[in-house]
């Protein structure tokens, strides 16, 4: 008898647990297909750049191809869009050499009183004796500007002056040419000429004979043609040098250099002044 329900037993339990297999299966295969989440793509673990070519937010993107290094100092900038600089040098932008307007002419009527100065290779011939006194740039208002200074526009007061086959705008005792961007004052061009002085002009003595008239570093002469841009003469002696001069100090003496002009520091009936310098080779 034992033997006949352990096989019925064998016989019952694996077929209740088929049946109950078939019963039940179909219904959990359907409610994980209602349950079933709709897809989603994955995020990328925080801290991580976007996968499967995603490009970054636009505003994580330096703006001006600008690439800063966050850390360090070095920061390299496109700078090809600048702002204009009205106070920057653009005279390396130009060719002009006018030179010559300070190149010092012999003045053949004065005699010098005393020896030169003499000192490497060179002597420095002055009428007056030496005096020292600090180079105090003369402020000649609020029109004149110094050799290199650049303007984006130009006044429309200026005129036009040839002079050496170049063209020059000119504007109250200011020498102009067109550079990159604008226009760049330059020495006043010998052989130049206007037909009023720039106010606030000076008369200075060249010799018994001659006078000049002098605003901010440039010299006139009065001709048939009106007043024409000339270099200056050895021995002038004038009150105020303009800015852009430096002091150059050769051996025991400091001279205030203007353009390729040497100016001697003198006293001149009890007030500063400078005379203007001729230099020859000590030969």
């Not at 300070?102 to 007056?128: A, D, E, K, L, S």
Request: aromatic fraction near 12%; glycine fraction near 8%; charged fraction near 15%.
């Amino acid at each position: 008898m034992k033997k006949t329900l352990k096989k019925t037993a064998h016989v019952i339990y694996p077929g209740l647990f088929l049946i109950a297999l078939i019963l039940f299966t179909p219904q959990i295969t359907q409610a994980q297909v209602k349950k079933k989440p709709a897809a989603t793509k994955a995020r990328p673990a925080p801290g991580n750049p976007a996968t499967n070519n995603q490009k970054p937010p636009a505003a994580n993107k330096p703006a001006n191809n600008t690439n800063i290094n966050s850390g360090n100092k070095d920061v390299d900038i496109d700078n090809s869009k600048k702002n204009v600089n009205i106070n920057v040098d653009n005279s390396k932008d130009i060719n002009i050499n006018n030179s010559h307007n300070t190149t010092v002419r012999r003045n053949t009527v004065i005699v010098y009183p005393r020896p030169p100065y003499v000192h490497g290779g060179h002597r420095y011939y002055c009428f007056h004796p030496y005096h020292y006194h600090v180079y105090k740039p003369f402020f000649w208002g609020p029109v004149w500007h110094p050799w290199g200074f650049f303007v984006a526009t130009m006044v429309t007061t200026a005129i036009i002056i040839n002079a050496n086959n170049q063209p020059y705008y000119y504007d109250q005792g200011v020498y102009y040419v067109t550079s990159t961007g604008g226009y760049t004052v330059v020495q006043a061009p010998v052989g130049a000429a206007i037909t009023t002085l720039p106010s606030n002009s000076q008369t200075v003595v060249v010799n018994e004979t001659t006078n000049n008239y002098y605003y901010g570093g440039t010299y006139y002469e009065k001709t048939d043609k009106g007043y024409v841009v000339v270099a200056p003469t050895a021995g002038t002696v004038v009150t105020n040098l303009p800015e852009g001069g430096k002091e150059v100090k050769i051996g025991d003496v400091t001279y205030v250099k203007v353009g390729e002009t040497y100016y001697q520091p003198i006293q001149k009936d009890g007030k500063d002044a400078y005379e203007v310098v001729l230099i020859e080779d000590d030969k």
